[in-house]
């Protein structure tokens, strides 16, 4: 039997309530930084494909936007896109912030906890309605006493729409090579679909786009709320084998522009070093990164930017 005859090949969707920790999940299954992770909820914006290998199997992750209850055009279309993300993988993982959800159900409870229980409600509500089986994951159990995290497990499978569940951390590793052990078995016979050595599938423009978003948040999450994209408008590639990056940064009232700029144009500065640094290593040449920040009251009503992050502008 050949090599290529053993290969295994398919994709694996993780979806979950936003902050569920399916960004830190995907990244520590791939072992590289893939999806950005920030303490902002919903910063996943399309779904990202990260690549697992695990001894004959290639594991290509679906890490879909959070799924939640949508209020506007960009949500909808986030939502949309998480639930074809599952629709078209051969094993949907359903990721929860266990803490979170114990701490939902108790005095201490903040509203954050409560609006992720919610949206693990409605996740499993749609489950339901699809006659779907999916793998559940239970998240961040660090620290978490082992009776409280089994009655959760026994709730959770009892509502039936779950074959089994795993219980993880992905922020220190714990039991996530049991569940890739799983993934990988769960991939169907055939060749592999990506280079062995590749671990995402993303263009490099939006991964580009997606690395300085993620540092604005970093520096400002407290002041900007949930309103900033950022857009890479050219990437070329220099004579010296050097890369020139342009990005434009666009948030939607004007007084949030000096939010990003920052004081004699600090906080743009550090963005910009922080950004470039990391591109630095990840094309593993010198970059040079241009930013500019416009206000625009309808950048979520911008079709080019949706076609940027594969996301459907009509749903």
């Known amino acids: ?11 694996a969707a ?23 992770v920030t303490q902002k909820v919903q910063t996943t914006r399309f779904p990202v494909r990260g690549i697992a290998m695990e001894d004959d199997s290639q594991i290509v992750l679906v890490d879909t936007p959070g799924i939640f209850t949508p209020r506007r055009r960009l949500d909808r279309a986030m939502v949309a896109s998480a639930w074809g993300g599952a629709d078209d993988a051969d094993v949907v993982v359903h990721l929860i912030d266990a803490a979170s ?15 992720s229980a919610e949206d693990t409600e409605t996740i499993i509500a749609a489950l339901k309605a699809a ?25 959770m499978f009892d509502t039936g729409v779950y074959s ?33 050595d590749q671990s995402a599938d993303v263009p490099m423009r939006v991964l580009a786009a997606e690395i300085t978003r ?17 857009e890479t408008t ?13 990005q434009t940064i666009y948030v939607e009232r004007e007084s949030q522009r000096p939010i990003v700029l920052g004081k004699g144009g600090q906080t743009l500065k550090w963005i910009g070093q922080k950004s470039r640094e990391e ?30 992050f594969g996301l459907d502008f009509d749903v």
């Open 101 to 115: 959800h114990i701490a939902a159900e108790g005095k201490e409870g903040q509203a954050a906890d409560r609006r």
């Open 214 to 230: 993620e540092k604005v948040y970093l520096r400002v999450h407290e002041e900007l709320p949930y309103s900033a994209a950022v």
């Open 131 to 155: 006659g779907k089986q999916v793998i559940l994951a239970l998240n961040k159990i660090d620290g978490m006493r082992r009776d409280t995290l089994l009655a959760l497990s026994q709730a």
């Open 1 to 11: 039997m050949t090599e290529a005859q053993n290969q295994r090949a398919g994709f």
């Open 234 to 246: 050219a990437f070329e590639d220099r004579p010296d084998g050097s890369a020139r990056i342009e």
């Open 279 to 308: 591109l630095t290593e990840l094309l593993d040449r010198q970059v040079h990164l241009f930013l500019t920040v416009k206000v625009d009251p309808k950048w979520q009503d911008s079709r080019a930017l949706y076609a940027q």
């Open 164 to 196: 089994e569940v795993y219980m993880i951390s992905a922020l220190s590793g714990d039991g996530v090579d049991d569940l890739k052990q799983r993934l990988a078995r769960a991939m169907p016979n055939g060749p592999w679909l990506y280079p062995e």
């Open 14 to 36: 993780i979806i979950g309530a936003p902050n569920a920790g399916k960004s830190t999940l995907v990244n520590r299954l791939t072992g590289t930084k893939v999806s950005i």
